[in-house]
T-cell receptor, first 108, second 113 residues
Framework: KNEVEQSPQNLTAQEGEFITINCSYS?????LHWLQQHPGGGIVSLFM???GKKKHGRLIATINIQEKHSSLHITASHPRDSAVYIC??????????FGTGTSLTVIP | GAGVSQSPRYKVAKRGQDVALRCDPI?????LFWYQQALGQGPEFLTY????????KSGLPSDRFFAERPEGSVSTLKIQRTQQEDSAVYLC???????????FGNGTRLTVT
């Protein structure tokens, strides 16, 4: 049923490593969100993309509309980046569909 | 308040009880979404409102689930005769018009015993 696929499902990195999380979707979209969810906490929207690339601090999000693919990159990763990162896409209409998330653990 | 507020934060219900979960969206946000998130899974769409109109309820898993937003602001998700499989975190999100980002509440964790 899930039309949004994320990889990897789990990721462990050493502090300072460059991290990439991938999101693929099945059909054309009107918008894509990258979300961050901390354990027991709410969800924060990191980026909303419809084309190109966005950067905020150590976070970079890119989207390739033709390939139906987006990536979230974290440079110089830090233990406080440990969280679940979720890709959410909006197809036609207003529904958002979510990936199952990537659980990131950054070890000091 | 500045963000989306959900209450209660935690709810424990006995099987068969009815529950009501509340969402206060950001003031002025037109769109409101309810999602169900099982442990270890991404959120699954339940229903969507634009102002007071429920435009899509295709994600509601059964007729025991009912949502309303009578004045186009606060929304309530009601679950009747709760079952154990209803145990999940229920997330509310709101969005202003057009291509603006989603804002999520912290969710209500429902445990049905």
């Amino acid at each position: 049923k899930n039309e949004v696929e994320q990889s990897p499902q789990n990721l462990t990195a050493q502090e300072g490593e460059f991290i990439t999380i991938n999101c693929s979707y099945s059909v054309g979209i009107s918008a894509l969100h990258w979300l961050q969810q901390h354990p027991g906490g709410g969800i924060v929207s990191l980026f909303m993309l419809s084309s190109g690339k966005k950067k905020h601090g150590r976070l970079i999000a890119t989207i390739n509309i033709q390939e139906k693919h987006s990536s979230l990159h974290i440079t110089a990763s830090h233990p406080r980046d440990s969280a679940v990162y979720i890709c959410a896409v909006r197809f036609t209409g207003n529904q958002f569909y979510f990936g199952t998330g990537t659980s990131l653990t950054v070890i000091p | 308040g500045a963000g989306v507020s959900q209450s209660p934060r935690y709810k424990v219900a006995k099987r068969g009880q009815d529950v009501a979960l509340r969402c206060d969206p950001i003031s002025g946000h037109v769109s409101l979404f309810w999602y169900q998130q099982a442990l270890g899974q991404g959120p699954e769409f339940l229903t969507y409102f634009q102002n007071e109109a429920q435009l899509d309820k295709s994600g509601l898993p059964s007729d025991r689930f009912f949502a309303e937003r009578p004045e186009g602001s606060v929304s309530t998700l009601k679950i009747q005769r709760t079952q154990q499989e209803d145990s999940a975190v229920y997330l509310c999100a709101s969005r202003a018009e057009g291509g603006s980002p989603l804002h999520f509440g912290n969710g209500t964790r429902l445990t049905v015993t």
